[in-house]
């Protein structure tokens, strides 16, 4: 079982120090920056649509400067109120993109250990990664959310309801245990395709991508996203096809 996977979700609410590198991965906690201990990071929590502009919403510290940045796209940014929530209105997206959140004092800056990912504009999946972590969907709701691997483990998450959901793998049935953020996760020692059901829905993951750069595709019935992370490592997350009505 994967040691990177296991040893970050151990340290159970831990944040991770991983950041957004220059080459579109995301970096492990041995390569990452570190924030000014007076500047919390952003922490996203939704998103939404607004005819052709994304809402991103979240929570930072009271009044702090949020900032949204990618390559070759102007920065936005938005100044969090009293209580520390904010909205940061993007303007009309195209293709697939990736952002990284940072809250802004001065010269001085927290980076989130997200990296949020926008596909097709938003017109497919919008998610947030991090290295060893769960990924988050922001797109509407389904029973899973997502399914990634590094290459030797399956972590399989979606949001919490009023009891756990009955998972199984391949026809076996996998634990189930409670996450952050309202989710719930299980894991399997496994790369390969397989079928996962989660309360009856079936889902077929096509497997894991393998090591390579940073990548948008899509794969089988949903999207892959595939990122290096340090030091020698990559993750995976499938992200499944939302229905019509979900999103």
Known sequence: MSIAIVAALAAAGATLSACSRGDGGVAGPAGAEKASPWVRPPLIDGVTRDGGVLIVRGAADPDARVVLRAPDVAAVAVNADAAGRFELRLPPLYGDLRLTPEVQVGEDAAVSPETLVVIQGGAGPVAL??????????????????????????????PAGHKPPVVAMGGVAANVAPSSRGRWRAMAGRAGSVEIVVDGQAFDYPGDAGQGGFSIARAGQGWRINWPVQPNGHQSAWLPDRPAAAR
């Open 129 to 158: 990664i991090a290295a060893g972590q769960p990924t988050i969907r922001l797109d509407g709701r389904g029973v899973l959310d997502a399914v990634d691997s590094d290459g030797s483990t399956l972590m399989i998450s979606g």
